[in-house]
């Protein structure tokens, strides 16, 4: 079963709109992390957000916990054409070193 | 990109053959990982390794086993391959033992199992 899970599926905008997307888990985590993946590459690692951090900043990107709805979201301000690509989350699923993605959001950027 | 490499890239293979994707890392870090991403799945995590000669199952080990004799390599096989074993085979690694560690991921390996 998905730990994580990302809503939306997909997403579509225009260049220079902010993108949201979040993530839903099932257990209690110790951190989460989201990764962005483009078409046929392998996953890069965007940001890592602590269990008892509630929000944190990477650049453009903003990432938010709230461990009681066990949700996250990931925002990207000013999108960038660059920025279409499928995004995951992954838990470490409270305590072990192995991650769960999920399913991921699949984000296209208009220019 | 972090010293990764997946070798094959690329593979069409036979139902019923063995198949081995090799994983080298030139990082030098402790843990290995061994996914495979479907579409509607995400990463699906199949086995890792945590040390030389040490592994374990992940989430979707069945027909599948791996070997880790030196650091730098992790050998995924499919002992018999088959249809829904077609998939997109990633390798990551990660550097020490704190769950709050970054993975990096190789290039992938596109299998196709006819």
């Known amino acids: 079963s998905q730990q994580g899970e990302e809503d939306p599926q997909a997403l579509s905008i225009q260049e220079g709109e902010n993108a949201t997307m979040n993530c839903s888990y099932k257990?209690?985590?110790?951190?989460l992390q989201w990764y962005r993946q483009n078409s046929g590459r392998g996953l890069v690692h965007l940001i890592l957000?602590?269990?008892?951090?509630r929000e944190k900043h990477s650049g453009r990107l903003r990432v938010t916990l709230d461990t009681s709805k066990k949700s996250s979201s990931l925002l990207i301000t000013a999108s960038r054409a660059a920025d279409t690509a499928s995004y995951f989350c992954a838990t470490d699923g409270g305590g072990t070193y192995k991650y769960i993605f999920g399913t991921g959001t699949r984000l296209k950027v208009l220019a | 990109d972090a010293g990764i490499t997946q070798s094959p890239r690329h593979k069409v293979t036979e139902t019923g053959t063995p198949v081995t994707l090799r994983c080298h890392q030139t990082?030098?870090?402790?843990?290995m990982y061994w996914y495979r991403q479907d579409p509607g799945h995400g990463l699906r995590l199949i086995h890792y390794?945590?040390?030389?000669?040490?592994?374990d199952k992940g989430e979707v080990s069945d027909g599948y086993s791996v070997s880790r004799s030196k650091t730098e390599d992790f050998l995924l096989t499919l002992e018999s391959a088959t249809s829904s074993q077609t998939s997109v085979y990633f390798c990551?690694?990660?550097?020490?033992?704190?769950?709050?560690?970054?993975?990096?991921f190789g290039p992938g390996t596109r299998l196709t199992v006819l």
């Open positions: 990082e030098n870090h402790r843990y």
């Open positions: 990551a690694i990660s550097e020490s033992v704190r769950f709050a560690d970054t993975q990096y």
């Open positions: 390794s945590y040390g030389v000669k040490d592994t």
């Open positions: 257990t209690s985590i110790n951190n």
């Open positions: 957000i602590r269990s008892n951090e």
